[in-house]
């Protein structure tokens, strides 16, 4: 077993994201699974994720409040409990259009 608490996630700057505040839960720098990453991303009402394309295959799952996701000229909202697969490559932005913050739960596999 390869426990990380809320305390000890290693915090990290993804590139490109502007005001969102990101914590590793496991894999890479916060030890345990090798072949993906499971972090946690803190949206404040305004932050934003540039465009670009994803480093690796990704799962988003919006745990609370919503987040506006544009990919391949789609523009579509996401609320609690959606979840949206991005192959790697895929050119995505984010944006909190809300008033509300929102936390979104990030499974990278390389």
């Known amino acids: 077993m390869h426990l990380v608490t809320a305390a000890q996630a290693v915090p990290y700057d993804p590139p490109g994201h502007h005001d969102v505040a990101a914590r590793r839960l496991q894999g890479l720098d ?3 699974p090798g072949g993906f990453s499971v972090g946690l991303s803190h949206y404040p009402p305004g932050s934003t994720v540039d ?5 690796a295959e990704t ?11 544009t990919c391949d000229d789609r523009v579509v ?3 609690r409990h959606d979840s949206v ?10 944006r909190n259009a809300s008033g509300a913050d929102a936390t979104l739960l990030v499974v990278l596999r390389p």
Do not use: D, I
Request: cysteine-free.
């Open 30 to 32: 916060a030890g345990g």
């Open 51 to 55: 465009s670009a394309p994803t480093a």
């Open 59 to 69: 799962v988003y799952v919006v745990l609370s409040g919503e987040l506006e996701l």
């Open 77 to 79: 909202t996401l609320g």
């Open 85 to 94: 697969h991005l192959t790697k490559g895929e050119v995505r932005s984010l």
